[in-house]
């Protein structure tokens, strides 16, 4: 995360977050930043500001496969680590038999990494909404929320608690997040954050994402949905729900 005395940006694996923990940074003098710790999360609840990126859960899934596809990255490199067989079942070809084999595992483990677990959670979670609801939910809160969660037997009904307690109020969508940070900042909702006049010219909206998949970033959208029958893209989004939970809040502040 990157945290302030007033703010803190829970920066989401995947969502373009060393993109925009770069540009934060950039802006800021170090004295700023109370914590830098990449992916940290949140220890206690706090009334500070919460800025998150997310992303639609097809393109998350599809860039965390395709930067393994090119042998980068802790998720690739930890289970290419512990089970190589499995690594080169998800990782061994470019085709749809390789991602939803991968997909097999990641959407049916609750946990942030490959073979762990997160044991305040219930299992059924995928790994995107586990990554999620860590970044969300401090540790001090967690046995808590697994109280709640005895009563509950709907994941619409779980969605609603975690918005009700934990909602961010900034939300910026990867898909367009220099437009969306630009948006907000012109529309006054950034002012807590206390830019620096050269906020434009350091971050400028044509800036082109770091760190990206290359062969997630050079295919249109059409092209990648060939990697993925209807069954497995339908359950990407069942899954998820979280995700497109925050994606409609995005939506009522952005709307352009």
Request: with cysteine; hydrophobic share 40%.
């Amino acid at each position: 995360m990157l945290e302030t005395n007033s703010w803190i940006y829970l920066d989401l694996e995947k969502t373009g977050c060393t993109f925009l923990r770069s540009k934060l940074i950039g802006l800021f003098p170090d004295s700023e930043f109370t914590n830098t710790e990449k992916h940290m999360i949140q220890n206690f609840k706090s009334s500070r500001i919460k800025i998150l990126t997310i992303r639609d859960p097809f393109n998350y899934y599809f860039s965390l496969w395709s930067y393994g596809l090119e042998k980068r990255g802790g998720f690739y490199h930890q289970i290419n680590r512990i089970n190589p067989s499995v690594c080169q079942k998800f990782y061994g070809e470019k085709n749809i038999n390789s991602f939803e084999s991968f997909l097999d595992f990641a959407l049916n483990h609750t946990a942030r990494y490959p073979f762990l677990f997160e044991r305040w959670l219930p299992n059924g979670f995928d790994i995107y909404s586990t990554r999620i609801l860590s970044m969300l939910i401090p540790i001090d809160e967690r046995a808590k929320l697994a109280f709640k969660m005895k009563e509950i037997n709907k994941i619409s009904e779980f969605n609603k608690l975690i918005i009700d307690l934990y909602k961010p109020e900034i939300i910026l969508k990867t898909e367009t997040l220099n437009s969306d940070f630009h948006y907000l900042v012109k529309k006054g909702m950034m002012n807590f954050l206390n830019l620096p006049t050269q906020w434009i010219e350091a971050f400028p909206i044509s800036a082109k994402p770091i760190n990206s998949s290359n062969i997630s970033s050079n295919l249109e959208d059409s092209n990648k949905k060939k990697f993925i029958s209807k069954k497995y893209l339908d359950l990407i989004y069942k899954k998820s729900s979280i995700s497109l939970e925050l994606i409609k809040i995005r939506n009522d502040l952005i709307k352009q």
